[in-house]
């Protein structure tokens, strides 16, 4: 065998020019598979990323009537719909893929939120002390909410990054006092993502998904929730899976869970539902591979060629080496050596190829993604079957040429001028 494959090298090195024309087909058609599977697998990855955020496997479940949200700022509480207590979040806790779990009421504020007679515009946030950590978030100044705040109603409230520059320019936001719904709050801390995702904005629909993100946050206790809006509202629940293929299921169990506890009349409509923006994002990817891949069925294309390609140099270098195959078959060698030795040649030619090809696709790939700013990810597996394939092209093409070699006459063969 290696034998074989050194006398391959030879022969490759020996005819420089006609091999690599010879493998061009194989180089071409490789590296465009490459550069397209790159392509899509960086695709999905940002359409994951842009449907998941930032990377926390956070699955949200909150009321909703009929296929939308309930906005709760402009419809009355339904009758039936309790307070989600410490043993729902136990029951949901035990659920299989579940790393954490909060319960927060969420709404809107428009000139709710005062600062020196200024309204702000953002989000308000009822929190329990899980959310933080559910949700990806860290102090970086000041300091968290701690049980007394709770236990005691303290009116303390905690911005997020875009609050914080929003409604304090330049200033310190420590210890500044913020009115909400004609009460006083104390700033006690600002948090911010862990993560440096930052969503891009290019439809009303991506605004509405990030109003509150971009617009930032204010958090305060969820004890003093019934001070700030009078009510108890329904919360939402926010579970951290353990990884992104949980989340689905994740979603689905503590629906049902949540679910249980509503005592609403069928005609209502009303009832919890998960946002699976995992089953979203998989079926964009899915849209997305069905395009990718009558693209890569027309690269296919080359392969095809540079398999017939294969074929007919591997033709020209039978009829050139007749002489030396007679004299092989002269002095004892057995046919199964003939061709052995010419299917190696014709595996190595297209493996050469398939490996030039593979690093073309990279560097096509790179090439790509720096012209029109899409992302792109090498698969480690996809260069190692087109490697394989390019060799398996090798054999099926190299087939015919070498059984016409070891079926040579060795007398004739020696004849052959």
């Not at 906005?71 to 136990?90: A, C, H, K, M, S």
């Not at 009460?183 to 998904?209: K, M, N, W």
């Not at 390609?309 to 039978?318: D, E, K, S």
Request: hydrophobic residues 40%; negative net charge; proline residues 3%.
């Amino acid at each position: 065998m290696f034998e074989n494959i050194g006398l391959s090298f030879q022969g490759i090195w020996n005819h420089k020019l006609r091999s690599l024309l010879t493998m061009l087909g194989i180089i071409i058609g490789i590296a465009s598979i490459i550069a397209i599977v790159s392509t899509i697998k960086g695709t999905n990855e940002q359409i994951k990323q842009q449907l998941i955020g930032a990377g926390n496997n956070v699955v949200k479940v909150q009321l909703c009537q009929g296929d939308y949200p309930m906005d709760l700022q402009y419809n009355t509480i339904p009758d039936g719909v309790g307070v989600l207590t410490e043993d729902i979040r136990t029951q949901i806790s035990g659920l299989d893929g579940v790393e954490n779990v909060s319960f927060y009421r969420e709404r809107t504020y428009v000139e709710s939120v005062y600062w020196q007679n200024t309204a702000f515009n953002g989000t308000m946030c009822g929190i329990d002390s899980h959310y933080f950590d559910v949700n990806g978030y860290h102090i970086y100044l000041g300091r968290g909410f701690v049980q007394s705040d709770y236990d005691s109603y303290s009116k303390v409230v905690i911005l997020d990054q875009k609050a914080a520059e929003s409604i304090f320019p330049g200033e310190n936001p420590l210890g500044q006092t913020l009115e909400i719904r004609q009460q006083p709050f104390t700033v006690v801390g600002v948090v911010a993502q862990r993560s440096t995702y930052e969503p891009q904005i290019e439809t009303y629909e991506d605004y509405s998904l990030y109003v509150g993100y971009e617009s930032g946050a204010v958090y305060l206790p969820d004890t003093l929730w019934p001070l700030v809006c009078q009510f108890d509202e329904p919360q939402t629940v926010d579970i951290q899976a353990r990884s992104t293929d949980d989340m689905t299921s994740v979603g689905r169990d503590a629906e049902s869970i949540v679910n249980a506890t509503l005592s609403v009349s069928e005609d209502s409509d009303i009832s919890y539902a998960s946002t699976d923006v995992l089953e979203q994002a998989q079926q964009l990817q899915q849209m997305a591979n069905a395009t990718n891949q009558q693209l890569i069925w027309i690269a296919s294309i080359s392969l095809l060629v540079g398999g017939i390609g294969v074929m007919n140099i591997m033709l020209v270098t039978v009829t050139e080496r007749t002489r030396e195959i007679g004299l092989k078959k002269a002095i004892g060698a057995r046919r199964s050596r003939i061709l052995w030795q010419f299917l190696t040649e014709a595996a190595v030619l297209t493996s050469l190829g398939g490996v030039i090809g593979v690093l073309a696709g990279i560097g096509m790939a790179q090439v790509v993604s720096r012209v029109s700013g899409s992302p792109t990810a090498i698969s480690v597996p996809a260069t190692l079957i087109a490697v394989l394939f390019s060799m398996l092209i090798g054999i099926v093409f190299g087939l015919m040429p070498a059984f016409k070699a070891a079926n040579l006459n060795p007398i004739e063969a020696l004849r052959r001028e």
